[in-house]
């Protein structure tokens, strides 16, 4: 483990150089969301901040915080104008009635905001219950800019982190969806961006019309709730993520379902801190020697309780699929 480990940060920190060769490569991140910031809020701009060859504009009538990164910036709108201006570049009334509805307007961002995304090479479109780790490192790695399209699922086109190549084909390509104006004009949101554009992006890739990339560099935590993991562990270092309990680094964990659990705190997270963890709890920053024991002591416990989940994924993973197959018809 100790020399894959070491292998590993030999191959990131050879890719950290070409990242700085390669700064003139532009991204800018899009989100859409109208109502009181998360009370995580702090959390999510240290790790933006982390990220300072990534840019993101966030439209929003929730104001302009005090402790906005330089490499975030806010664009004041509201849901009303949002509606108005969505309108009119896609042709017809959208009629945005709630704020969740905002989601299915995500894989037209690249039109609708195009006066704000023209200096960019790359634009895409991303959530707020997210913490970032090095996003540009993960990207080269995955070489995303030899495809059109980058999303970072294996298997899906996921609506919290996809990112396009800035030209006018991919900003305009969700015209293409069947019942587009359906889909848009529906009170209830239709996850369109992981749906029905999904498709749309899966048959122009086969037909050949775009370069269609899917990684595995996050984690939901839906997925570790899903796979039975009773305790994860997500530790941010200095701009640096980890799924501590799996050894992995990430690009990034969204947090999609813990968030809703009852207990979930979110404390306040102190100036300069270089350590956050995240896990069902709650997420919180980790200064001193009283908090570092009771980190310790949290992994320790949570090591040993995961520790017969990974022994039987790893039984399943020995066995031959013709045993495993007996196994689940019994």
Known sequence: MAMKMQAEESRVDGIEHDVAEHSRVKICLVIAYFGRWPAWMDYYWASCAANPQVHWQIFTDAGTPQNLPGNVFVRAMTLEELDFRASGTIGYPINLRHPYKVCDLKPAYGEIFASELKDYQYWGYTDLDIIYGR???????????????????????????????????????YRKTPNLQDILQHYECQAFDEKAFADVLKREADSGGILLKRSDIQLDDIVCIQQGRPRFVMLWFRGRLFDVLAFRELAYYHFIKTKYLAGFGIEKLGRNCPLIVADRTGIRGVSGSGMCVSLILTLIVSAAVTLPWYLRVLVKRMLPRSVMSLLKAR
């Open 135 to 173: 996003l540009r490192v993960f990207l080269e790695l995955e070489r995303f800019s030899a495809s059109d399209v980058f999303t970072s699922a294996p298997r899906l086109v996921v609506g919290h982190f996809t990112i396009f190549r800035n030209t006018h084909h991919l900003q305009c390509l």
